[in-house]
């Protein structure tokens, strides 16, 4: 699975398109960087609900395929603009968190 | 080779730019993904260190032919109770920092975790200055 397929979980929309051909082999739900950062696996598509610039900087330095924001929360000007410059898909949804990360799993993550 | 980066802690949200740069200098030096990954994740939480905590500092790199040293040297507070402060969880951080999502309690254990040798120098009141090195052997 690729992080452009996500794209076909209707509740998923495109706020930033990176690297559409990166590989999402898993998923992780979190809001405290330095546990994303610690625990998060490589290809991940990781649920957050925090949307300033430092996301695109844990995503781009633990290896994570694809961010995506929940709750209906928009990604900060300068989150949108580093995430263009760094590559890195960001996503959003008016989904919670768990609701988010079922969509994930009935997709078959 | 040596390279050095300042950590501007005016700009919290913009912590993690000198890891996201020298991450780039590693790749161009054909350094291996494996330790890419676990020096950038430790140098990324020195960082957000130095600006929650330090009012920022001074980061100095030294790739040698065997391991890459990062020294990071703040003028901050200090760490009063180091014990604690390498605990996962443990942490001061404020409610600010916090909201950003930072101060989980993870910075020192995170870098621990990842670097193949941390030493930790701090003394209350004048700073700290933390040493780590990668293996690239």
New interface residues.
Partial sequence: MTVRDLLAIKEFKVAVEGDMDLPVSCGYMG?????V??YAE?ESAWI?I?S????V??A????VSAIIIAHGFEPDE?TVETAKE?NITILTTELNPFEAAKKLVEFGL | MTFDYIVDPTEPERAGRASTKFKGVLKELGVSPKVIRALSIAMYEGEINMVIHANGGNIHCEVDADKIRVIMKDSGPGIPELDKAMKPGWSTASTQARELGFGAGMGLPNIKKWSDNLVVETEVGVGTTLTMEFNLT
Wanted: no cysteine; aromatic share 0%; net charge negative.
């Fill in positions: 809001d405290l960087l330095s546990v950062m610690g490589e957050t925090q300033h610039v430092n996301i900087a844990v781009t330095l633990r290896g300068d760094e």
